[in-house]
Each structure stands twice: as structure tokens, then as C-alpha cells.
């Protein structure tokens, strides 16, 4: 693997083509791509990927094969097929994404579950006297609110603390990031504390930046965090990852947004360690103390069916010019001259410049729009959802004192953004139907104050 590629955050892409890849006869035609897409609603601008993903209709019916397999005969499908079935998938995983062990794999439902058991046992570090008072847990101020939560639930109630950093934005370099991390764990060390996790986002959702994971994780390393949870909802499927050269203790990926398995799937590394971890799923099952692989594979009767379709999602993505890598590689090129496009129409800019994009992109909203609040945002997410069948979310970018902001053409201050997915069922008219309504309200000097109602 070149040391420069995208994989974890590098600035640098390269285009390397395998020679004993299929001919281009044999991949998927336009024609194919909107069959396997076809129970999508009709009429819908739906660049919004990000939020809940896609999946095709050879996936699901895949999935609905493993559905009928265990109303047939669940007992045979429990001790059969279910447990082999699991591994066949974390098989798959392991490989993509370099592990050294299919056991540092678990299946959860989502990034979210992840978090909780990464934070529970934080919890009990505090609980049983391991970590101190006032010890803390440091992450960007934009890391996914469940994961705030969690934090709430788990940590803050049994004496640790939080620092919180801002991430930058609009960001013009990774130099910027890094500097705030670690400025935040300075923080987090203040008075004689100690940094118990960092968490660190891959991919951050809003707003939406590739970050250099790998030179935070290294930072941590030489900051002495103890340890360090990569949270990565948004990719695989977006961008390539090695954990090994990530470095990281934990990392979780949802697998329904961005590699096409229908909700709910997301894969946890944990790294393998001379002690074993004292990690658990947070469902408690008679196979408590197994290990989080064989925990996770087990916590009741539920349909396990979008765990079990990996091995059919590699299937469908074979069938594209490149495979997987090809997929994220197009969709960050259509996804970013699609954000080009829009803010050249708009006068605006782009949140982050292309090579700190994946197939999300920010784009700058015209000033004259007057979106104030994250009330005015959702206001206007709705008006273009009811009103002109765009589904994009909006997010309203919250000056601090001093800060002056970016001006569009109009020499206004730009404070919301949208942001842009791009995924193989995309088509140049979903991004020019957002063009046009944005480009509309503001000809006819709508604002979010006047907007009408949904």
C-alpha cells in the first residue's frame, strides 16, 4: 500500500488500475444500476446519502433469503448457519480493512453501540477507582451526539470530565486541525489530570471533513493518552482503512451508509492486546465473557440478517470498474465537481478544500437566504423537501465573537452550509434541481423568515 494514499486521511490520490480486473462489458450498465435502485421514490433529489445510506435490490434480496432461511427452521439457522455465517462476514471485514485478526472484529447495529461499549468500560475505570476524578475524555466539538451522550450516561455521572475541541471551519489544511487536538489535550492535562480517550472522528458528519486520523492518533500516542476510539460512522465504503496503520485502540464503521448492506451493520476493531480488554456488548447474553466477537454474535432473538449479506454486498461491488476502491474514488470526483459547481453557481465556497472532501462535500449557502439559527436551517431543510423534492441537510454555522466568517459575492457573511452526497445512483439533475431551488428563493428574495409553510 503507498504510504501517501487517501487511506487515513492523506492528502494525495493515486489511480492505479489493476490489469487482471473485468472488461468494462461486464460491469454494471447505467440501466443496471437503476434497476437495482428502482425501489428508491421517484422524483426525489436524494443527495443525502450520508445520513442513512442505500441498499441495492440483489442485497435485499439476499437478505430476505437469510430472513426466510431462519422462519423455515430457526433452530438449524442458529446452529447452523447463523454463527458461520457471522464469521463469513467479519471474514470479509478483517481483510478490508487490514486487521491481524478476524477476532478483533465484532458485528454491532451501529457506530453508536460501539461508542456505548467503549464508554461503559470508561465508566468502570472511574467506577472502580482505576481512573481519578476529574480525569478526562477529549473529542471535537462536532462528534456525533450519541456519542455526547453516552458520555453523559456513562462518564460525567461517575466523576469524569470532557474537553471539547473545535474543529475549524470552513478548514483550509490538516495543520489547522491538528494544532486545536492539541491545544485540547493540553486541556485535558490541566491540573495534574490525566487523558483517559480521545475520540477522534474519521470522517466528521457536520459539518462534514475528512480528518488526518492518522497523525491525531499519533499525536495521542505522543501526548500520552491511554487510549484512543476512532469513531468512523461514515468509512467504509468513502475512503480506504488500515487500522494497523491507523494505530488506534478502537475503531467503528457503519456498514449501511456508504458499502451498500441494509441498515443496521457497523464492524468494531478492537485492537488485540496482551490483557484482554474488558470490553462487553452492552446486550447481556449467556454468552457474556466469550469475547466481544462471540458476545455481539449472539444477544437475543433478532433478525441478524443485516449482518449476515456482507459476502453479497462484495458481490455487487465486483461488478463495478474497479471495485470498491473505483466506487469511492468516482463518487469523491462526481461528489466534490458536483460542490464546485454549486458554489460557482451560488457564489459561495466550499467548506473544506477537495482533497479534505470524501463523497460528502460542504458547499456555502448565499448569504441572502439569512439562515440564523439551526431553526432556520431546519426550516429550510424542510421547504426543500416538501417543496421542491431535494433531500439535503442544512447546517447553520454558528459565529463565535471576533470571528468574521467567509463572504459569498454578495460580500455577506456565509453561515449555513448543505451537504452533498454523492453514491452511484446519483445523477448531475438531482444536484441541478438543489441549484435551481436555492438559486430561485434567492432571485425572488425569499428568506428563512418568509419561507412558506410545510
Known sequence: ????????????????????????????????????????????????????????????D?????????????????????????????????????????DEVSLVDNATTAAAIVLQRVGRCFSEGRYQKEDTVVMFHCAFQSV??????????????????????????????VSAFREGLKKGRANGRTVRLAIIDHITS?????????????????????????????????????VKEIGADYYVSNLHKWFFCPPSIAFFY?????????VHHPVVSHEFGNGLAIESAWIGTRDYSSQLVVPSVMNFVSRFEGGI?????????EAVRMGLMLCGAWGTNLGSPPEMCVAMVMIGLPSKLCVESDEDAAKLR?????????EVPVYFLGLRDGEEGVKDK???????????????????????RLRDAITELVKDQMTCQNLPPV
Open 148 to 177: 455526547k451522550k453516552s458520555i453523559q450516561a456513562y462518564v460525567t455521572r461517575v466523576g469524569g470530565s470532557t474537553v471539547e475541541v473545535r474543529l475549524p471551519f470552513p478548514v483550509s489544511s490538516n495543520d489547522e486541525i
Open 382 to 390: 424542510s421547504y426543500l423537501r416538501v417543496h421542491r423534492s431535494v
Open 206 to 242: 457536520m459539518p462534514c471533513v475528512l480528518m488526518p486520523v492518522r497523525e491525531l492518533v499519533n499525536v495521542c500516542r505522543e501526548e500520552g493518552v491511554e487510549e484512543v476510539f476512532v469513531d468512523a460512522a461514515h468509512a467504509i465504503g468513502s475512503v480506504k482503512v488500515d
Open 62 to 102: 439476499a437478505q430476505r433469503e437469510w430472513q426466510l432461511r431462519f422462519l423455515r427452521q430457526p433452530d438449524e439457522f442458529y446452529f447452523n448457519g447463523l454463527r458461520r455465517g457471522l464469521l463469513a462476514s467479519r471474514t470479509v471485514i478483517s481483510s478490508l480493512i487490514n486487521a491481524d485478526d478476524v
Open 325 to 333: 476502491d473505483g466506487i469511492m474514488e468516482r463518487n469523491h470526483d
Open 410 to 432: 454578495d460580500s455577506g457573511v456565509i453561515t449555513a452550509y448543505v451537504r452533498i452526497s454523492r453514491q452511484v445512483y446519483n445523477e448531475t439533475e438531482d444536484y441541478e
Open 1 to 60: 500500500m503507498a504510504a501517501d494514499d487517501r487511506r487515513n486521511g492523506d492528502l494525495t490520490n493515486h489511480n492505479h488500475r489493476d490489469p487482471k480486473k473485468p472488461r468494462l462489458s461486464e460491469f454494471l450498465t447505467e440501466s443496471d444500476i437503476r434497476s437495482e435502485f428502482a425501489h428508491h421514490h421517484t422524483g426525489v433529489a436524494r443527495v443525502n446519502n450520508g445520513s442513512f445510506g442505500c441498499c441495492p435490490s440483489s442485497v435485499l
Open 270 to 278: 478492537c485492537r488485540k492486546r496482551s490483557s484482554e480488554p474488558d
